[in-house]
């Protein structure tokens, strides 16, 4: 009869995930909400050719355009 061998196991280590993106808040506590809205298909579909050439998630691609978009430049305050 023929024995058999135990097969050597490896440990398993958890590795941290990478994160990119936004850093966290600095109370360490993000917030947000799930939003839907309609798309037309020809600018969806860009915005995820675009996404992965950046290599990111569809969702952090247009938070980054958003953010970008939102932010008031200093310039143009008007100052009365």
Not at 43 to 49: F, P, T
């Amino acid at each position: 009869m023929k024995q058999k061998t135990a097969t050597k196991t490896e440990p398993k280590i958890k590795l941290s995930p990478v994160r990119r993106g936004r850093a966290p808040a600095p109370d360490g506590e993000t917030k947000s909400r799930y939003t839907a809205f309609r798309c037309p298909l020809d600018i969806l579909e860009l915005a995820k050719v675009k996404a992965k050439k950046q290599r990111r998630s569809l969702s952090n691609y247009i938070i980054t355009l958003i953010e970008r978009e939102a932010q008031v430049p200093e310039e143009s305050v008007d100052e009365s």
